[in-house]
């Protein structure tokens, strides 16, 4: 059975930091690329984030160049977002998927609220 379970999502201060996790099991995690996504009430979920099987290749939204980072741990089937310097404009549900070719797995989702 294909789980994809988030973590770590909640209430922050504007300039804070929040890890997420992703945790994957039921199928080769390793042959996956992995993509986070994010969701407000009433619009279309955009990517922030993806990384390639082997961890080598990574690719950012410009709305979160220079403060997000995504890893992997394929050893643990896990996918991570660090996120810094967060802004209101970042308050989303967050989403992890995994993806390879034709197939996508998705999370529940987390959600992610920065507000002073």
């Known amino acids: 059975q294909v789980q994809l379970v988030e973590s770590g999502g909640g209430l922050v201060q504007p300039g804070g930091s929040l890890r997420l996790s992703c945790a994957a099991s039921g199928f080769t995690f390793s042959n996956y690329v992995m993509r986070w996504y994010r969701q407000v009430p009433g619009k279309e979920r955009l990517l922030v984030a993806y990384?390639?099987?082997?961890?080598?290749?990574?690719n950012y939204a410009d709305s979160v160049k220079g403060r997000f980072t995504i890893s992997r741990d394929n050893a643990k089937n896990t996918v991570y977002l660090q996120m810094n310097s967060l802004k209101p404009e970042d308050t989303a549900v967050y989403y992890c998927s995994a993806a390879r070719g034709s197939l996508t797995y998705w999370g529940q989702g987390t959600q992610v609220t920065v507000s002073s």
């Open positions: 990384i390639m099987n082997l961890g080598i290749s990574t």
